[in-house]
């Protein structure tokens, strides 16, 4: 069973760039396909982005390409989201979830493996 911390958020002007780690424990993340998820306040968590186990294949939500970038570094046990030119509306709560099971898997609940997540404020 794999153990997720998630760090790097905080609070940053519109703007600004953050990146997001994930840091994994207690089973190789190279097993795992990753994806990202935030949840805003009050609302519903959404799909971020998503990467494979090798990290050559990659999908994002549509609103988000050109912005954010997810990667992975298996040898280190990190998963990363680099987030660019960050907006309020981006404000959220971020989480990495894991799962083994194939498929790129844009629903959370879908996901065994969660974090507890880190928060990200963008202020105007």
């Known amino acids: 069973q794999v153990r997720l911390v998630e760090s790097g958020g905080g609070l940053v002007q519109a703007g600004a760039s953050l990146t997001l780690s994930c840091a994994a424990s207690?089973?190789?993340?190279?097993?795992?396909?990753m994806a990202w998820f935030r949840q805003p306040p009050g609302k519903e968590n959404e799909f971020v982005a998503f990467?494979?186990?090798?990290?050559?294949?990659?999908e994002y939500t549509d609103s988000l390409k050109g912005r954010f970038t997810v990667s992975r570094d298996n040898a280190k046990e990190t998963v990363y989201l680099q987030m660019n030119s960050l907006k309020p509306e981006d404000s959220a709560v971020y989480y990495c979830?894991?799962?083994?099971?194939?498929?790129?898997?844009?629903?959370?609940?879908?996901?065994?493996?969660r974090g507890q997540g880190t928060q990200v404020t963008v202020s105007s």
């Open positions: 979830a894991g799962r083994i099971v194939e498929g790129t898997g844009r629903l959370m609940k879908n996901y065994a493996y």
């Open positions: 207690g089973r190789s993340l190279s097993s795992y396909r």
């Open positions: 990467i494979t186990t090798g990290g050559r294949y990659a």
